[in-house]
Nanobody
Framework: QVQVVESGGGLVQPGGSLRLSCVVS????????MGWYRQAPGKERELVAT???????NYADSVKGRFAISRENAKNTVYLQMNSLKPEDTAVYYC???????????????WGQGTLVTVSS
C-alpha cells in the first residue's frame, strides 16, 4: 500500500505565503511525476503544478511566477511554495504521485486527502 499525506494548509491573508508539503510512503520502487492539484468550492479539480523525477516543472498559467514546486527524491517529498496568494487561490489542495510499487508492477496514480488553503482578510 501507498500513503500520500499533505500538510501546510491554513488561513492566510491576501499577499501572504504558505508552503505545502506532501510525503509519500509505503511500498515504493520509484516515483515518476509528482504534482499539486486544487479544487475550489463548486469547481472541478484543476492542475496547479507538476514536477518530473528529473526536476522538470509545469505550472498552470494562473500561478506562474507566484508558486514554485520542488521535490526531494530521497525523502519522497514534494513541496509547493505559494507566494502572493489571492482569494481565488482558496481551495483544497491535493498531492498526486505516479508511483511504481515494485519493479514488476505498473505505475499507479496515488492521491492524498487534501489540505485546505483559505486566502482571506
Amino acid at each position: 500500500q501507498v500513503q500520500v499525506v499533505e500538510s501546510g494548509g491554513g488561513l492566510v491573508q491576501p499577499g501572504g505565503s504558505l508552503r505545502l508539503s506532501c510525503v509519500v510512503s509505503g511500498r515504493i520502487f520509484s516515483i515518476n511525476d509528482m504534482g499539486w492539484y486544487r479544487q475550489a468550492p463548486g469547481k472541478e479539480r484543476e492542475l496547479v503544478a507538476t514536477i518530473s523525477s528529473g526536476g522538470v516543472t509545469n505550472y498552470a498559467d494562473s500561478v506562474k511566477g507566484r508558486f514554485a514546486i520542488s521535490r526531494e527524491n530521497a525523502k519522497n517529498t514534494v513541496y509547493l511554495q505559494m507566494n502572493s496568494l489571492k482569494p481565488e487561490d482558496t481551495a483544497v489542495y491535493y498531492c498526486n504521485a505516479d508511483i511504481r510499487p515494485t519493479r514488476w508492477e505498473r505505475s499507479l496514480d496515488a492521491w492524498g486527502q487534501g489540505t485546505l488553503v483559505t486566502v482571506s482578510s
